[in-house]
């Protein structure tokens, strides 16, 4: 069977701006990778990781780079030494699996093991500001039953607690986690993660710069800590072993599904919990996403709710996403 494999960027309107302590966004560059099989195509999506210097069109040419082994008969496990991590690799190993479910007649799920999916709780992010705006955001989505608070703003960890308190008076029964976005180096993060949990707080994602994660030894924290920035894939799972509770599955970072099922294994194996994030995404990149979901503590799958996502995308209602259609992927 020849094989033939495609790849561009698409462009997706934010909705309003999307704001972390890194910068703002008014659209997001997605990857798009198709590979053909017979009468069959397999797509996947990815979103370049920009703090790790990748741009759209760097993650294209990584892609389209790998054309010949596709053509060859390359899998996903070939994928795995051939290249690195990343928005390219993940783009490629979901357009791989989604062919692969379609020339079995089968859904991915069923290829996974995993038993059939049902709707799921999914975080919905508040976008940093000023806590005025921030509780302003909070009171539109105050019937959401679990928030996601950008915080690393102006203030350092007091204006984060100040951001905090404002959700909290505006969204009163909701749940909440926080992503710190490695803003609290050097602070006192006992005495910050002790304040949050007053407010409710359930976890705190990456509060110190990755690489810098030796700043949490003997920290005890009132809120359990979650790695993001910090943890990539299994080769990076060790640096954060006894400094954090849980880990932040990203497919974009771990690079596809097929090493995000692996992590998912290894990080159970050493006891930690497990959330399933997301980069800015349509619902096709959103979608292998949702099977990582599937196994962990936490979802944050709301990407497709931040821009103006792709036709026939993922379907939310209320709190939950549901799980990918075939003919959105696999």
């Known amino acids: 069977m020849v094989r033939n494999l495609v790849a561009r960027v698409e462009r997706f309107p934010v909705r309003g701006v999307f704001t972390i302590a890194r910068g703002a966004k008014t659209h997001v560059d997605v990857v798009v990778a198709e590979v053909t099989g017979g009468a069959h195509l397999g797509r996947g999506e990815g979103t ?115 951001r905090v308190a404002a959700v909290r008076a505006a969204a ?76 932040n599955i990203k497919l974009d970072k771990a690079g596809g599904l097929t090493e995000a099922m692996a992590l998912v294994h290894a990080a159970r194996t050493r006891g930690l919990g497990i959330m399933t994030g997301c980069m800015l995404s349509t619902s096709l990149g959103i979608a292998p996403a949702f099977y990582v979901a599937m196994q962990g503590q936490y979802a944050d799958l709301d990407g497709p709710l931040l821009i103006e996502d792709r036709a026939g995308g993922l379907r939310f209602e209320d709190s939950d996403v549901w799980p990918p259609e075939a003919e959105l992927w696999g």
């Open 48 to 162: 370049a990781i920009y703090y790790h210097g990748e741009t759209a069109t760097t993650v294209v040419g990584q892609i389209l780079a790998q054309g010949d082994a596709v053509a060859a008969g390359a899998t996903r496990a070939d994928l795995l030494t051939l290249m690195g991590p990343g928005a390219a690799r993940n783009a490629l190993d979901a357009a791989l699996w989604d062919l692969e479910a379609k020339l079995a007649g089968r859904r991915v799920w069923q290829l996974l093991g995993l038993p059939a999916p049902r709707p799921m709780l999914t975080a919905y992010t508040i976008s940093l500001a000023d806590p005025g705006a921030m509780a302003a955001a909070a009171g539109v989505a105050k019937a959401r039953e679990l928030l996601k608070i950008k915080l690393g703003g102006d203030g350092g960890p007091d204006g984060d607690i100040e």
């Open 172 to 247: 009163p029964d909701a749940r909440l986690i926080v992503d710190a976005n490695e803003a609290w180096g050097g602070t006192d993060i006992a005495r910050t993660a002790a304040a949050l949990a007053l407010l409710g707080v359930e976890l705190i994602e990456q509060p110190v710069p990755a690489g810098q994660d030796a700043l949490l030894d003997g920290v005890r924290s009132a809120v359990p800590l979650a790695a993001d920035e910090s943890c990539h894939d299994r080769a990076t799972l060790g640096e954060i072993i006894g400094r954090y509770s849980h880990i």
